[in-house]
Nanobody, 123 residues
C-alpha cells in the first residue's frame, strides 16, 4: 500500500507560480505511474498531469499544457507539479494518485490517493 501526502498548496496571485509535492510512504513508487488530479468546488475531479514509472513519459491536460510540468524523483520517493502562470480557474484541491498499471486520465485507473492540498489563485 502506497501512502501519499501532498503539500505546497497556498494562496497565490494570478500569474504567479507554485510547486506542489507528493511524498510517498509505505513502499517505493518506482514501479508506479503517478498522476495529479484536481477538484474545484462544485465540480468533478479532473485529470491534470501524469508521469510513467521511470519519468520518461508524461501527459498533461490541455488546460495546463505550457504552464504545468510534472516530475518525479524515485530516490526521494516524491512527485512534483510545477505550476506557472496560474489562473483563477486553477483554484482547486490538488490530489496525488498512484497506479501499478499504466497512467491515464481517468480517476478509476488509480488505486492510491492522497488527501489533497488546497491551491487558491486570486485575481
Amino acid at each position: 500500500q502506497v501512502h501519499l501526502v501532498e503539500s505546497g498548496g497556498r494562496l497565490v496571485q494570478a500569474g504567479g507560480s507554485l510547486r506542489l509535492f507528493c511524498a510517498a510512504g509505505g513502499r517505493t513508487i518506482r514501479n508506479y505511474d503517478m498522476a495529479w488530479f484536481r477538484q474545484a468546488p462544485g465540480k468533478e475531479r479532473e485529470f491534470v498531469a501524469a508521469i510513467n514509472y521511470s519519468g520518461s513519459s508524461t501527459s498533461l491536460a490541455d488546460s495546463v499544457k505550457g504552464r504545468f510540468t510534472i516530475s518525479r524523483d524515485n530516490v526521494k520517493n516524491t512527485v512534483g507539479l510545477q505550476m506557472n502562470n496560474l489562473k483563477p480557474e486553477d483554484t482547486a484541491v490538488y490530489f496525488c494518485a498512484a497506479t501499478p498499471g499504466s497512467y491515464g486520465d481517468y480517476a478509476d485507473r488509480y488505486y492510491n490517493w492522497g488527501k489533497g492540498t488546497q491551491d487558491t489563485v486570486s485575481e
